[in-house]
Every structure is written in C-alpha cells, then in structure tokens.
C-alpha cells in the first residue's frame, strides 16, 4: 500500500511504496540542485540558516554531483564566482551553519588565523586561563546555535537526542545545554 509524501523541491504531494522514503517525487527535482539547495536554507534578518545536513564542525554540507560539499563555499561560488586555489571562505559572522552571502568572505589561511585570533575564537595550549564557550577552541557549538537548540526544544516536536544528531553533539551535551549546566547566559 502506498503512502504519501512531499517534495523537498517542488512541494508536490506524491505516493512511494511503504518502507521507502523518498525526498523527491522525481529525478528531476532531485537533479534540480539549485531547487535543492535553497530548500534548505532559512532566510533571517541576521544569518541564513543551512537547516540540511551539517558537518562535526557545525558547517553545513551539500551533495553536488555525487560529492559533499560546504554549504558555504557553494554559496561562494553561486554568488561570487570560482573560489580561488588556496583560499578559504571565511564568515563575518563566526556562524558555520550561516550561509548569507554577504557574511562570506575569501582569505588565506593566515588572515583566516589572524581573523580568529583577532576575534579571541582560539586559545594556546599552554595557556593557563580557562576558556569555555565558543571562546574554547574545540567547541562545537556557538551562541547562536545554544539559542537554536533551547528553542527548538522549548517550541517541541524534537527530542533531545535527535538535536544532538542535527548539531553532532553528543546528547549529554544537549542536556547540560537545556539544563543551563553548560553554556550559561
């Protein structure tokens, strides 16, 4: 028996066999990549959420032609032209998921390393003060993203395990978060 689903692309209602899901109601609107990608991003006033599939890093990824690719860089690319060899795209904003493209810019690793430093985004190893937060070079998350997080669940319809599988972290840390044990304002 058949149930129904909607494109992730074109919004049409259309009927798949039971036990196979399927995002698209053709191999057009799977192949339409422009249609793709912007389905998955969330305009704001402030950064353009990539609300798809996002890396351990927090930085969205997006399958083109068979490879994954940053969100970000596409949307360099798609906006601004061929991103130059060597160059990283960098965000303004400090946001991975953020792909706006007017919070995207092109720099060398080392203005990439001198805009986080400069921003306090990283710490020596052997410096002894206590970093926590975003502040703390191996975190995962940021500010806007804790404050995407404690929505999310205060509005429900998620579940704290299925937020640590969006954000890639480890649900502990999803707890400690909505606890306020983490991450305090």
């Not at 793709?36 to 990824?61: H, I, M, P, Q």
Request: glycine fraction near 8%.
């Amino acid at each position: 028996m058949p149930t129904n689903s909607v494109c992730s692309v074109c919004e049409k209602t259309f009927a798949h066999a039971v036990g196979r899901r399927s995002k698209y109601c053709s191999r057009a609107c799977y192949k339409n990549i422009s249609a793709r990608f912007w389905s998955k991003v969330e305009r704001a006033d402030g950064c353009w959420l990539w609300r798809g599939t996002r890396d351990n890093r927090g930085y969205g990824v997006f399958r083109k032609e068979g490879k994954d690719i940053k969100a970000h860089r596409y949307m360099y690319e798609i906006t601004y032209g061929v991103i130059p060899d060597g160059l990283f795209v960098c965000h303004t904003c400090d946001n991975p998921p953020c792909v706006r493209p007017d919070h995207l810019w092109a720099g060398t690793p080392r203005e990439n390393t001198e805009d986080r430093d400069r921003k306090g985004r990283w710490r020596a190893p052997d410096n002894p003060v206590h970093v926590s937060g975003e502040q703390h070079g191996m975190s995962r998350l940021t500010w806007a993203l804790v404050r995407e997080i404690r929505q999310r669940f205060q509005s429900g319809g998620v579940s704290k395990r299925g937020l640590a599988r969006e954000f890639h972290v480890h649900p502990k840390t999803v707890r400690e978060v909505l606890s306020g044990a983490r991450w305090k304002e």
